[in-house]
């Protein structure tokens, strides 16, 4: 199954008997059959006819828009039969402070324990200046993490830790890339470009995901609900921002995919891909997510965030236990926290 991105704009998309047929408008088509789609992102001013929506959501497949610059606007979803009671479930979830509480936790554990797998994965092979120090930083605030009985200071564990990240993350990168911290709403260099574009795609998915599984992806645990965002998406893309994205920002700037020129700046967006280099960034990330992670268990990205959902559903459902992922690295390595 794949994720079909559309990203020419004035594109319009017609149903062709159970066919996506996508016209461009220097006159080709391009066509996608609809039992290997999973969902469909579109971006920018693409067209659709009514009979290809129709189409889509009999077939329950997912479209989602953002913009040319890749900004979440919304998601088109399928009717879902039967999840009325899953729903009270989760709004009753988040109305139980001590729930979201224990929650909280869980969820910047692994977002602090996953950011150091990474680092620590690196240093393994290259050994970096203030690992040591950004170590006993990881360990004293995921102590404290489980510990801890309000949310402010859970967030403030999480901030100070993800700006102890940055400082070990921003030394792995070329001194070409001028990127030395994190920027958003807009990004200010071409790594913090991608690493919005990236969180913004990953969201999006994990979002399509709780929603096929009957739940409210706009009513996070941890992310408090705010108009347009989906919160619980939010909450579950924390584990995944360093090891999936991060990581893959980084495989393109290592191995020089990309240069200063395949960027462009303005005033009001800052930093972002010129169109002509979207597609080679959105093809990349789509095998990125669907390539074998080469562990014991044959397993993908894509298969890993459908496993999370699934334990989100379970705890909301069934009250089962929720358990952040921990990345592998860690688990196998006598030397890691």
Same mark, same amino acid.
């Given at each position: 199954?794949?994720?079909?991105?559309?990203?020419?704009?004035?594109?319009?998309?017609?149903?062709?008997?159970?066919?996506?047929?996508?016209?461009?408008?220097?006159?080709?088509?391009?066509?996608?059959?609809?039992?290997?789609?999973? &969902? @469909?992102?579109? !971006?920018?001013? %693409?067209?659709?006819?009514?009979?290809? *929506?129709? $189409?889509?959501? /009999?077939?329950?497949?997912?479209?989602?828009?953002?913009?040319?610059?890749?900004?979440?606007?919304?998601?088109?979803?399928?009717?879902?039969?039967?999840?009325?009671?899953? &729903? @009270?479930?989760? !709004?009753?979830? %988040?109305?139980?402070?001590?729930?979201? *509480?224990? $929650?909280?936790? /869980?969820?910047?554990?692994?977002?602090?324990?996953?950011?150091?797998?990474?680092?620590?994965?690196?240093?393994?092979?290259?050994?970096?200046?203030?690992?040591?120090?950004?170590?006993?930083?990881?360990?004293?605030?995921?102590?404290?993490?489980?510990?801890?009985?309000?949310?402010?200071?859970?967030?403030?564990?999480?901030?100070?830790?993800?700006?102890?990240?940055?400082?070990?993350?921003?030394?792995?990168?070329?001194?070409?890339?001028?990127?030395?911290?994190?920027?958003?709403?807009?990004?200010?260099?071409?790594?913090?470009?991608?690493?919005?574009?990236?969180?913004?795609?990953?969201?999006?998915?994990?979002?399509?995901?709780?929603?096929?599984?009957?739940?409210?992806?706009?009513?996070?645990?941890?992310?408090?609900?705010?108009?347009?965002?989906?919160?619980?998406?939010?909450?579950?893309?924390?584990?995944?921002?360093?090891?999936?994205?991060?990581?893959?920002?980084?495989?393109?700037?290592?191995?020089?995919?990309?240069?200063?020129?395949?960027?462009?700046?303005?005033?009001?967006?800052?930093?972002?891909?010129?169109?002509?280099?979207?597609?080679?960034?959105?093809?990349?990330?789509?095998?990125?997510?669907?390539?074998?992670?080469?562990?014991?268990?044959?397993?993908?990205?894509?298969?890993?965030?459908?496993?999370?959902?699934?334990?989100?559903?379970?705890?909301?459902?069934?009250?089962?236990?929720?358990?952040?992922?921990?990345?592998?690295?860690?688990?196998?390595?006598?030397?890691?926290?």
């Amino acid at each position: 199954m794949i994720t079909v991105y559309v990203y020419k704009q004035g594109a319009t998309i017609t149903r062709e008997g159970e066919v996506l047929a996508i016209h461009l408008l220097d006159g080709t088509k391009q066509n996608v059959r609809l039992h290997s789609m999973e &969902r @469909l992102i579109i !971006y920018g001013n %693409v067209h659709f006819t009514t009979p290809t *929506l129709s $189409l889509l959501l /009999r077939n329950e497949i997912p479209v989602s828009f953002l913009t040319i610059h890749g900004e979440y606007k919304g998601t088109l979803l399928p009717l879902k039969k039967g999840n009325t009671i899953l &729903r @009270l479930k989760q !709004y009753d979830k %988040v109305q139980n402070s001590y729930k979201k *509480l224990i $929650l909280a936790r /869980r969820i910047v554990y692994g977002k602090l324990y996953n950011s150091f797998a990474f680092i620590q994965s690196y240093h393994r092979h290259k050994p970096l200046e203030q690992f040591e120090r950004y170590k006993q930083i990881t360990q004293k605030l995921l102590t404290e993490c489980l510990t801890a009985w309000q949310k402010d200071v859970i967030m403030g564990y999480e901030g100070f830790g993800t700006r102890s990240y940055f400082l070990m993350y921003s030394s792995l990168f070329d001194l070409k890339w001028n990127f030395k911290k994190r920027t958003k709403r807009p990004p200010l260099d071409p790594i913090n470009a991608m690493m919005s574009l990236g969180y913004t795609l990953l969201g999006t998915e994990l979002a399509g995901l709780i929603e096929s599984h009957g739940l409210d992806a706009s009513l996070g645990m941890y992310h408090v609900l705010e108009y347009g965002r989906q919160s619980l998406a939010l909450d579950i893309l924390e584990e995944f921002r360093s090891l999936v994205v991060d990581r893959f920002v980084l495989h393109l700037a290592t191995q020089n995919i990309f240069s200063e020129y395949d960027f462009e700046y303005d005033e009001n967006n800052g930093c972002r891909f010129k169109k002509e280099s979207l597609k080679n960034f959105l093809d990349r990330f789509n095998k990125w997510l669907n390539a074998d992670l080469g562990f014991k268990e044959k397993i993908t990205w894509r298969q890993i965030l459908w496993r999370q959902v699934e334990r989100m559903a379970q705890y909301i459902d069934k009250d089962i236990e929720y358990m952040p992922y921990i990345h592998e690295d860690i688990n196998a390595d006598s030397s890691g926290l």
